[in-house]
Structure formats: structure tokens, C-alpha cells
């Protein structure tokens, strides 16, 4: 069964903050592991992704991190702001093949 | 590019009813994907179709669901004498292909209800 497990179920921070959502996954065929956020009444939007070829990645407020050896990936939100606060969703797959989720993390910013 | 598009947003039936829903892809993206999402559960893996061929079928489409994609481009997705666990929102998503480069990208879902 390829899973995805994903922590914390839910995340409360302070604006300005820094919010960590971490993942951990089985597969280690798995070769792309993008964060997908969702907002209330709307699909998952793609975030960012990263392929294990490299440890981190950057992209304005947030950051992937990757450690291969221990299958586990987070998301990194600098300077948290109100707007952030939406459902986080990581996820892997293979082969360019379906994508398997993590069961997300709801992510609270308050002032 | 106007987006995926998922018709109709919400659906409440009673059980033993059929329901379809329909999916418009972004256009010229060949690969469609149906998702079902439960409260609390990240998006779980139902279909796909690369143009109108529908290449895997996850066990968690019984028997009374069906997904079909007749000319590659828009898809219909039906459930027969629906049950309350079917309740869920069931995404749609699209991509050009499924690779390094390319997003993919969900629409806003139908939520059926079965009461």
C-alpha cells in the first residue's frame, strides 16, 4: 500500500511565524513529492514541488525540504500571514504516474 | 484557459438514485483525473484517462461507478443506486501531461450528498 503520512492534523501560528508541515512516505520509488493547498469550497492548488535529486527548494515564503535517506519531506512557511491559513496536502507519485495524499493539515494564522 | 470546471458544484440525492457528474478540462490538456475527498482525508485516487482512453481504475471505484471520456476532451462521471458512503466531494483535475514541468490542476469539485 503506498501511503503518505502526513503531521500535524492541524497547525495554529502566529503571524510573522514560521509553519512546518511534515511528511513521511513508504515508497522509495516515489520521485516527485508536491504540496498542494486547498482552500474552503475550492480544489487543491499546486504550491510547490521537488524531485529527490535535490534537499531543498525554494520559492518566495516557502520551502521544501528533503531528506531521502529518512523518506521524509516537509513544507516550510516563512513569515506566516493570514492569508496562508487554508488545508495543506502533501503528496507523492512515480513515473509521472497518480498522485498519493497526505490526509493535510489545516493551517491557522492568527494576528 | 479558463480552468477545470465541474458541474454541477453541489448534488444531494437520496440513496438508490443515479447521479452524473461532468468535468470540463482545461482545453488541450490530454490527461483527466477523477479524485474523491472525504472530510478530513486528502484527495484519494479514482481514474484516469489519457485522451479518451481510461488507463487505471483505482479498487475504490466499485462496480457502480463509471467514468467516461467519449472524445477526449470533457468527462462524465456517474454513480449508480447511490449509498450514503458515496457522500464526498469528487474532483476533477487535468494536465498536458504528467511531468516535471507540467501542474496539475483540480477544479472546484462537486459535493454530493446522498441522504
Known amino acids: 500500500q503506498q501511503q503518505v503520512k502526513q503531521s500535524p492534523q492541524s497547525l495554529i501560528v502566529q503571524k510573522g511565524g514560521i509553519s512546518i508541515i511534515n511528511c513521511a512516505y513508504e515508497n522509495t520509488a516515489f520521485d516527485y513529492f508536491p504540496w498542494y493547498q486547498q482552500f474552503p469550497g475550492k480544489g487543491p492548488a499546486l504550491l510547490i514541488a521537488i524531485r529527490p535529486d535535490v534537499s531543498e527548494k525554494k520559492e518566495g515564503r516557502f520551502t521544501i525540504s528533503f531528506n531521502k535517506s529518512a523518506k521524509q519531506f516537509s513544507l516550510h512557511i516563512m513569515d506566516s500571514q493570514p492569508g496562508d491559513s487554508a488545508t495543506y496536502f502533501c503528496a507523492a507519485s512515480w513515473g509521472n504516474e497518480k498522485l498519493t495524499f497526505g490526509t493535510g493539515t489545516r493551517l491557522t494564522i492568527i494576528p | 484557459d479558463t480552468g477545470v470546471s465541474q458541474d454541477p458544484r453541489h448534488k444531494i440525492t437520496k440513496r438508490g438514485q443515479n447521479v452524473t457528474f461532468r468535468c470540463d478540462p482545461i482545453?488541450?490538456?490530454?490527461?483527466l483525473y477523477w479524485y474523491r475527498q472525504t472530510l478530513g482525508q486528502g484527495p484519494e485516487f479514482l481514474t484516469y484517462?489519457?485522451?479518451?482512453?481510461?488507463?487505471?481504475k483505482s479498487r475504490l471505484l466499485s462496480d457502480r461507478f463509471s467514468a467516461e471520456r467519449p472524445k477526449g476532451s470533457f468527462s462524465t462521471l456517474e454513480i449508480q443506486r447511490t449509498e450514503q458512503g458515496d457522500s464526498a466531494m469528487y474532483l476533477c483535475a487535468s494536465s498536458k501531461e504528467f511531468s516535471t514541468n507540467e501542474k496539475l490542476f483540480f477544479g472546484s469539485g462537486t459535493q454530493l450528498s446522498v441522504l
Open positions: 484517462f489519457q485522451n479518451e482512453a481510461q488507463l487505471e
Open positions: 482545453s488541450e490538456h490530454n490527461r
